[in-house]
């Protein structure tokens, strides 16, 4: 596993990949459901981040990116019938990483330019260079 030093609690029994690797994308757009361009804040702004929110990397902008697409804070991470939820990883208060919430109540990730994965819970890829789940948002849907 290449990336078991970047991410400690990553095993191979708490995640399986589920796609290759690619640069097309990254974990902020694949917990919003895009493959088709990469997300980030940058102020050159050469990756996409929505109209009208600020970019920077706070916890606040990223709240607002998710906000465009119907997410609102909620208070955990638990599934809820009805509803989607992405979580938002935090390293020192600057957002590292976004999670999907899969229908059977795994989650899904990007991890960087490498593959996407699912995993069982958040706590997965906690510690290393995420930090850890500063955000739980949630939108309904199917």
Not at 98 to 106: C, E, F, I, M, V
Not at 108 to 119: A, F, P, R, V, Y
Request: net charge negative; glycine share 10%.
């Amino acid at each position: 596993m290449p990336y078991q030093d970047p991410f400690p609690n990553l095993t191979q029994v708490n995640h399986r990949v589920v796609s290759p690797a690619t640069t097309e994308y990254n974990c902020i757009a694949w917990a919003a459901e895009r493959q088709d361009r990469w997300w980030w804040p940058d102020l050159m702004g050469t990756a996409f981040w929505p109209p009208g929110v600020p970019r920077e990397e706070t916890l606040t902008a990223f709240e607002m990116a998710y906000g465009t697409l119907g997410f609102v804070a909620c208070a955990d991470d638990g599934l809820e019938a009805g509803f989607r939820k992405v979580a938002v990883y935090a390293k020192t208060g600057t957002p590292t990483h976004a999670a999907r919430q899969l229908s059977d109540g795994r989650w899904t990730s990007k991890l960087g330019e490498w593959e996407d994965i699912e995993h069982a819970t958040l706590q997965a890829l906690e510690g290393g260079v995420y930090g850890t789940v500063a955000l739980i948002m949630r939108r309904a849907g199917p």
